[in-house]
């Protein structure tokens, strides 16, 4: 079983810009899907980004793209998100999560990191 912690989020200003990072146990890292999901208080969640095993292509939701960036590092078995430009609608807690398929939708992530909060004030 694969475990997931992330780690990198806080309160930033609107225009700011965040890194997550989503360290994974699990020796067989490379064969997964890694995908950031994040879901604001009373609202569904929201897929926000994939990369496959190979590390592209990478699946970007509408309200993201062009403004975060998902990457990932097999070597350190290690998944990033790189926010720019954040704006107060991003604020969320933001999940990092595992797949053994590529996929836009949360319900085909297996693993689930325990969640960082992410907070843009206006």
């Known amino acids: 079983q694969v475990q997931l912690v992330e780690s990198g989020g806080g309160l930033v200003q609107a225009g700011g810009s965040l890194r997550l990072s989503c360290a994974a146990s699990?020796?067989?890292?490379?064969?997964?899907?890694m995908g950031w999901i994040r879901q604001a208080p009373g609202k569904e969640r929201e897929f926000v980004a994939a990369?496959?095993?190979?590390?592209?292509?990478?699946y970007d939701a509408d309200s993201v793209r062009g403004r975060f960036t998902v990457s990932r590092d097999n070597a350190e078995n290690t998944v990033y998100l790189q926010m720019n430009s954040l704006k107060p609608e991003d604020t969320a807690v933001y999940y990092c999560?595992?797949?053994?398929?590529?996929?836009?939708?949360?319900?085909?992530?297996?693993?689930w990191g325990q969640g960082t909060q992410v907070t843009v004030s206006s």
């Open positions: 999560a595992a797949a053994n398929r590529r996929s836009r939708f949360s319900d085909a992530y297996n693993y």
């Open positions: 699990e020796g067989t890292f490379n064969n997964y899907t």
């Open positions: 990369v496959t095993w190979s590390g592209g292509p990478t």
